[in-house]
């Protein structure tokens, strides 16, 4: 049974949108796993994830985005947070933004130079460092940007898989943490990233 458009954004809090939204009632997590193409700053999920760079002092992009729909005060946080290594996150307040708490992931600059299982680690922690910090923090549902796919130049379907397999891991050690996150959302801003989950999703959560 798939839910209404109109269900799903009561259950999950989420800002109503045009946008095509995805969510096949599949494998044993499919229930806690959505996709949306929005703009991620209108998102009522408890966190969002910020596509950062080192420093956390904003940029372009998404980050961008965020920093002017959150106001100055984020920057302010930001600013003491002192960076945040590439593959990893950090968490500060919302502000202005209708979530709770804005998680600041720095993804790898892709370059074909670079062995890419190098890449994929990295990205990968950045899945995996923002689900443990948004279970940390209370926080149950929470809505990544697809990481490193605009400035920093990772192509859609890589990078899709990288965050699918880090989710599909972490929501998989079913452990105390694990349990307290009730939804993941995918939010994409591009038509070929969209593209990227809506064929990737139901192959690591096949239809049972
Ligand atoms: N809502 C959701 N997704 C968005 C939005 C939005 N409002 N705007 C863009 N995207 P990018 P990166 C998508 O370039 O590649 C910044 O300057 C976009 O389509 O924001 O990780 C930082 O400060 C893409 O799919 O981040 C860093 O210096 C995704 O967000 C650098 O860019 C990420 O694209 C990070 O580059």
């Known amino acids: 049974q798939i839910p209404t458009l109109t269900e799903l954004y009561r259950d999950n809090h989420l800002h109503p949108t045009d946008q095509p939204l995805f969510e096949k009632a599949t494998s044993k997590f499919n229930d806690r796993i959505a996709l949306i193409?929005?703009?991620?700053?209108?998102?009522?999920?408890?966190?969002?994830?910020?596509a950062a760079n080192e420093s956390?002092?904003?940029?372009?992009?998404?980050?961008?985005?965020i920093h002017r729909a959150a106001g100055s005060q984020l920057l302010d946080e930001c600013?003491?947070?002192d960076g945040c290594d590439t593959g990893s996150a950090k968490i500060t307040n919302a502000y202005r933004l209708p979530c709770k708490k804005v998680i600041h992931a720095v993804g790898p600059v892709y370059s074909r130079a670079?062995?890419?299982e190098m890449h994929t680690k990295l990205l990968q922690g950045c899945y995996t460092t923002s689900l443990d910090l948004a279970a940390e923090n209370?926080?149950?549902s929470l809505a990544f940007s697809a990481l490193s796919t605009g400035i920093y130049g990772y192509p859609s379907q890589e990078a899709a898989e990288a965050a699918i397999g880090a989710?599909?891991?972490?929501l998989e050690a079913d452990d105390e943490k694990a349990r307290n996150i009730e939804k993941v959302v995918f939010c994409s801003f591009m038509e070929k990233d969209q593209?990227?989950?809506?064929?990737?999703?139901?192959?690591f959560f096949p239809t049972a």
């Open 167 to 170: 989710v599909k891991g972490w």
């Open 79 to 81: 600013a003491k947070l």
């Open 114 to 116: 670079k062995r890419e």
């Open 37 to 50: 193409r929005t703009d991620i700053t209108k998102l009522e999920t408890d966190a969002i994830v910020n």
């Open 195 to 203: 593209k990227a989950y809506e064929e990737l999703l139901p192959r």
């Open 56 to 65: 956390l002092l904003g940029g372009g992009g998404v980050d961008g985005a």
């Open 138 to 140: 209370h926080c149950k």
